[in-house]
C-alpha cells in the first residue's frame, strides 16, 4: 500500500502559475504510474496528467497540453504538476494518484491522496 499527500494548491490569477507536489510513502515509490486527476464543483473526476515508472512516457488532457508538465523524482519520492498559463476553469482539487497500470479513468485507480484545491481568478 502506498500513501499519498498533496501540496501547493492555493489561489492564482489567471495567467499565473502554481507547482503541486505529491509525496508518496510506504511501498516502493518507483513500482507505481503516476497520474494527477481533478475534479470541479459539480462534475465527474477527470484525468489531468500521467506519467510512467521512468518517466520515458507522460500524456495529458488535451485541455491543459502545453500548459502542464507532470514530472517525478524517485529519489525523493515524490510527483509533481508544473501549472503554467492558468485559467479560470482549471479550478478544481487536484488528487495524485497511485497504481500499477496507465489507465486514465479515475475508477480505475487504487490509492488517492486527500487533494489539494487549486483556484484561479479572472
Known amino acids: 500500500q502506498v500513501q499519498l499527500v498533496e501540496s501547493g494548491g492555493g489561489l492564482v490569477q489567471a495567467g499565473g502559475s502554481l507547482r503541486l507536489s505529491c509525496a508518496a510513502s510506504g511501498r516502493t515509490f518507483n513500482n507505481y504510474v503516476m497520474a494527477w486527476f481533478r475534479q470541479a464543483p459539480g462534475k465527474d473526476r477527470e484525468f489531468v496528467a500521467i506519467?510512467?515508472?521512468?518517466?520515458?512516457?507522460?500524456r495529458y488532457a488535451d485541455s491543459v497540453k502545453g500548459r502542464f508538465t507532470i514530472s517525478r523524482d524517485n529519489a525523493k519520492n515524490t510527483v509533481y504538476l508544473q501549472m503554467n498559463s492558468l485559467k479560470p476553469e482549471d479550478t478544481a482539487v487536484y488528487y495524485c494518484?497511485?497504481?500499477?497500470?496507465?489507465?486514465?479513468?479515475?475508477?480505475?485507480?487504487?490509492?488517492w491522496g486527500q487533494g489539494t484545491q487549486v483556484t484561479v481568478s479572472s
Open positions: 506519467i510512467n515508472r521512468n518517466s520515458a512516457f507522460t
Open positions: 494518484a497511485a497504481g500499477a497500470l496507465i489507465l486514465f479513468d479515475s475508477r480505475q485507480w487504487d490509492y
